[in-house]
């Protein structure tokens, strides 16, 4: 199993949000260069990014601060307003490894269709659920699609890589959503990635367990828990790798 340390981008910055609410703004690091250093000295393989003004605005707007975090030379999954193939396209080049499509995939199967015929197993759909429905657009509408049906929708459209965040818990510290990710995990085959909640080891260690009985659970993304110092990202990674 993976840990996916997180680096949520905002104005350039390092920050979280509480549910995905743009009012609900925590700053934790000016540079999020120095953020992927350090995990990468800790242990970490991959970062999980989201270019939040992105994902509200429809177009990726911290380059700059993606750019800097490539250079640390952790493998990079970047989601949050990839909308058009050009934008995946430069991304990509730039050397993020996996593009994560999010409100796109719920307008257009053709457009995922399209990536994942080009691209291949470098296109992630990013599956984010309030009350059991898909919400885009930074989390701020909701569509008719629950996320199993979706996630099913995806995977026959040859999506290997599904990260699955339940929004109720995401920035909360109260624990992920194990049930969720337990039915997202008995509906499809392809690899899925577990996002929203984790605040403690013991929240991984359920985790981890999990995947021994499903082995298609890749890995869990950790944001909050770190920057507020209940985890430690090179315990999780112990843990992760026993």
């Known amino acids: 199993m993976i840990i996916y340390p997180a680096i949520d981008l905002r104005g350039g910055r390092c920050v979280r949000l509480n549910q995905g609410r743009a009012d609900q703004e925590t700053i934790y690091g000016e540079d999020p260069g120095e953020v992927a250093r350090s995990y990468k000295d800790t242990g970490a393989e991959w970062v999980h990014v989201v270019d939040l003004d992105g994902a509200f605005t429809g177009e990726p707007q911290n380059g700059i601060a993606v750019e800097q975090i490539l250079e640390a030379g952790l493998k990079v999954e970047l989601g949050g307003g990839l909308r058009d193939v050009k934008t995946v396209q430069r991304l990509l080049s730039l050397g993020v490894e996996r593009a994560v499509i999010g409100t796109k995939a719920c307008e257009s199967t053709d457009f995922i269709g399209e990536l994942v015929t080009t691209y291949g197993n470098r296109i992630a759909v990013g599956i984010d659920a309030k009350d059991g429905k898909v919400a885009v657009k930074g989390w701020v509408e909701a569509t008719n699609w629950t996320s199993v049906e979706f996630a099913k929708e995806m995977a026959s459209l040859g ?17 992920p959503n194990l049930a969720a990710m337990e039915e997202m995990l008995q509906s499809v085959d392809c690899r899925v990635i577990a996002s929203g909640g984790v605040s403690s080891r013991e929240d991984v260690e359920a985790l981890k ?22 985890v430690e990202l090179g315990d999780l990674l112990q843990i992760a790798r026993s």
């Not at 999506?159 to 624990?175: N, Q, S």
């Not at 950790?222 to 110092?229: N, R």
């Open 159 to 175: 999506v290997t890589t599904i990260i699955y965040t339940d929004i109720a818990t995401d920035g909360m510290l109260t624990g």
């Open 209 to 230: 367990a999990m995947s021994e009985k499903y082995s298609s659970l890749d890995g869990v993304i950790v944001g909050k828990a770190l920057y507020e110092k209940r």
